[in-house]
């Protein structure tokens, strides 16, 4: 058991013994009966030591447990998906730089669909005209490099 939780379960065991509280009553000048955890300045008060409350249930203690394990837990969850979202925020100038990649990826697909005649350079130097099977790749390509340009950054592995 680690230590918070150690500290947090003594901390409920004792609770009882802090509530025993004295208790102060009075009246106003109305009548009016008026109860506080301190005498009035100005007045006779009446005062009266409260009983503390009966210890807990073993099940009332296991449900007191359980439920600071659960919040215990639970923050822990929070604190580390607020971690995990901070790491995997996108710096400014990377963000920039994807959205033109993006845009550029966008507009070469468009250019490659838009049914003109596109032409490539070949190993020797020449132009040759994209069509067939080799203007089919260079729209996959494409599509590739709008799928890569404008998707969501893909979370640092671990």
Known sequence: ??????????MLCLLPAFAAAQVYSW?????????????????QADSRKLAPPPPPTADEEAARKASADRQLSEREKQQKAQEEA??????????????EGCQQAKANLAAIESGQVR?????????????GAVRDAEIAKARKNVDDWCSPPKPAAK
């Open 1 to 10: 058991m680690s230590a918070h939780r150690q500290l947090t379960l003594l």
């Open 27 to 43: 009246k106003d000048a109305n009548g009016k009966v008026h109860y506080g955890d301190r005498p009035p300045a100005s007045k």
């Open 86 to 99: 901070k790491k995997n925020q996108e710096d400014p100038a990377q963000a920039k730089q994807r959205a």
């Open 119 to 131: 032409f490539s350079v070949d190993a020797k130097g020449e132009r040759v005209g994209l069509d």
